[in-house]
C-alpha cells in the first residue's frame, strides 16, 4: 500500500508545495483585512528605526577622528528620517491616482537635476562618483529622486497606452527611451549601481503592465551583451569581476581592489551567531571603507552576529510578502505598476546591497534602503512606501477593515467609507479626468425602500396598491435628489 501510495504521488510534489504555502501566504485573491498595511508600516519603521541606531554605530568612530561630534552622521539621519515619514504619512493618506499629473513634471525636473550633477560648481564628486549637487551646504543626490519619478512616469505613460501594449513599438516607445535616458545621465557620473537599479524599475513597470515575455528575452539577452562591452572596456570593472571570481588581476593589485568586499566577509565572520555587542566592532575603526553606508550590512552581522542579520532579512521578507500581497489585489493598471516598480526597486536594491556584503555579486556601490546612511536615498525610499500604504488603505476601506482618513485633493472625487467615490455634489458637473458614476438608482431603491414597498421587507401599503394599479394615473420617476419643503403658508387676520 505505501509503495503504491508513493508511486502515484506526482513527481513534482515539492514544487506544488511550495507553489501552495506561497498562495497561502501571498493571499492575493482574498479581500484584504488590514494586515498588509500594519506589517508593511511596522517592517519600515523597524528598519529606518535600525539603520539610524547603527549608523550612529558604525560612523562615531571616523567622526571622532574628524573632530566632530560622535552624533553628527546620525543625528543627520534621524532628522531625513522624520522628513521622509512625513512624507510617507502625506502619500500614504491620499488617492495615488492624483499623482497622475504631477508624473511628467516630476520627470523631466529629475532629468534636469541631473544633469545639474555635471555643471562644474553645482555637482560634486565623491569616491570617483559624480551624482551628487550641493548647494549651501546641502547636499542631494538626484538618481534618488530619479526613481520614484521614473516609476511614477511608467506608470502614468504604460496605463494611457494599456490597449496598445500588444504591438511591441508602443510597449518600447516612450517607455524605454525615457529610462535609458536617465541610465545614460546616471551612468555619466560613473555610477553602476544606480543604474542598474533604475535598468531594474524600467524591466518592472514593462512586466506589470503585461508586456509579452519575449520582450523580456530579447532584452536580456541585449543588455548582457551591453554589460560584457562596459565591463570589458573598464580595467577597473574586470578587476573587480575578476577578483570576485578569485582569479587575479592583469596589470592591478588583486588584494588592493577587493580590500573592501574581504573586510566586510572578515567582518561577518568576527560576529559569529550572536555578535560582539552593540558598538563594540573593531572594523569600522578604519579597517572596512564605507561602513556606514554600502557595508552596514557588515557591521550589522559583526555587532549584531547571525542572529541580528537574519533579522534584518526577515523584516524586509516581510516587507517583499506584504507589499506583493497589496500588489496583486490591483484590478486597475497604474496603482498594480506603480506598487509593482516601488516593490522592485526597493527589494531588489537590498538584496544587490546584501549580495554584495556576502560576496555573491562582485561590488558595485548599492545603499542598503532604509539602513544604510544618506538622506536622499532615505526620505525617497519613504516615499515609495507611502504609495503602497495608500494602495492598502484603499483595500482596508473596501473590506471595511479601518477608516480611511484621506487627505481631500483638488480633481478627485470625495470618498465613501467603502472606498467607492461618491457622485459629486453637482449632479451637472463631474471631476475633470473622472467619468460620472451611476448613483440615481441607487437613490431611487433607498426612497423606495424609506416608502415601505417591497424592497423594504414589508408589504406595500394601501395607497401604494391604489397607485400602481392599472387605471391609476401615471406618476413620474422620482430622481435622486430629495423634494425641497415649503414653507407653511401664512394664516391671513380676518379682518
Not at 391604489?466 to 380676518?494: D, F, I, L, S, Y
Amino acid at each position: 500500500m505505501a509503495g503504491t501510495a508513493q508511486q502515484e504521488r506526482p513527481s513534482g510534489s515539492p514544487l506544488r508545495t511550495l507553489a501552495a504555502l506561497w498562495k497561502r501566504v501571498a493571499q492575493t485573491e482574498n479581500a484584504s483585512s488590514g494586515a498588509s498595511y500594519y506589517l508593511i508600516l511596522g517592517a519600515t519603521l523597524a528598519l529606518t528605526a535600525i539603520g539610524i541606531l547603527m549608523v550612529l554605530s558604525a560612523s562615531s568612530v571616523e567622526n571622532i577622528a574628524a573632530g566632530e561630534s560622535p552624533y553628527s552622521a546620525a543625528a543627520k539621519q534621524a532628522v531625513f528620517g522624520a522628513a521622509g515619514l512625513v512624507l510617507m504619512l502625506f502619500l500614504s493618506r491620499i488617492n495615488v491616482r492624483w499623482l497622475k499629473r504631477l508624473a511628467w513634471p516630476a520627470l523631466l525636473l529629475a532629468v534636469a537635476l541631473l544633469g545639474l550633477v555635471q555643471v562644474p560648481g553645482i555637482g560634486k564628486s565623491v569616491l570617483g562618483n559624480r551624482n551628487w549637487i550641493e548647494f549651501g551646504g546641502f547636499t542631494f543626490q538626484p538618481s534618488e529622486a530619479a526613481k520614484l519619478a521614473l516609476a511614477l512616469w511608467l506608470a502614468t505613460v504604460l496605463t494611457a497606452k494599456a490597449p496598445l501594449l500588444a504591438s511591441w513599438k508602443h510597449a518600447l516607445v516612450p517607455a524605454v527611451p525615457a529610462g535609458f535616458g536617465i541610465i545614460g545621465l546616471i551612468l555619466w557620473g560613473e555610477d553602476l549601481g544606480t543604474a542598474l537599479v533604475v535598468m531594474m524599475i524600467v524591466a518592472a513597470g514593462l512586466f506589470f503592465a503585461g508586456v509579452s515575455g519575449r520582450f523580456f528575452v530579447v532584452a536580456g539577452l541585449v543588455l548582457a551583451a551591453g554589460a560584457a562591452v562596459l565591463a570589458v572596456t573598464s580595467p577597473n570593472r574586470m578587476c573587480r569581476i575578476s577578483s570576485w571570481l578569485g582569479q587575479e588581476c592583469a596589470g592591478a593589485d588583486s588584494e588592493q581592489i577587493s580590500f573592501q568586499s574581504t573586510q566586510g566577509l572578515f567582518a561577518l565572520a568576527e560576529g559569529g551567531w550572536l555578535g560582539v555587542g552593540l558598538g563594540q566592532s573593531r572594523l569600522k575603526y578604519n579597517w572596512l571603507p564605507e561602513a556606514h553606508n554600502d557595508y552596514i550590512f557588515a557591521i550589522i552581522g559583526e555587532e549584531l552576529g547571525f542572529v541580528g542579520a537574519l533579522v534584518v532579512v526577515a523584516l524586509f521578507a516581510v516587507l517583499a510578502v506584504s507589499i506583493y500581497r497589496v500588489v496583486g489585489r490591483q484590478e486597475d493598471m497604474f496603482p498594480r505598476i506603480l506598487g509593482g516598480t516601488v516593490m522592485v526597486w526597493v527589494l531588489g536594491q537590498a538584496a544587490m546591497n546584501m549580495g554584495v556584503v556576502t560576496g555573491l555579486l562582485p561590488v558595485i556601490g548599492v545603499p542598503l534602503p532604509f539602513i544604510s546612511y544618506g538622506g536622499s536615498a532615505l526620505v525617497m525610499t519613504l516615499g515609495g512606501i507611502g504609495v503602497v500604504l495608500s494602495l492598502a488603505r484603499e483595500e482596508m476601506a473596501a473590506s471595511g477593515a479601518g477608516p480611511m482618513g484621506w487627505i481631500r485633493l483638488p480633481g478627485l472625487p470625495r470618498r465613501a467609507p467603502g472606498g467607492e467615490a461618491r457622485p459629486p455634489r453637482n449632479p451637472g458637473r463631474s471631476a475633470p479626468g473622472l467619468q460620472r458614476t451611476g448613483s440615481q438608482p441607487a437613490e431611487s431603491a433607498r426612497a423606495g425602500t424609506r416608502s415601505g414597498g417591497p424592497d423594504a421587507g414589508g408589504a406595500p401599503s394601501a395607497s401604494s396598491a391604489q397607485a400602481t394599479g392599472p387605471g391609476a394615473p401615471k406618476r413620474p420617476a422620482r430622481t435622486g435628489a430629495r423634494p425641497v419643503p415649503r414653507p407653511p403658508a401664512k394664516k391671513r387676520k380676518a379682518v
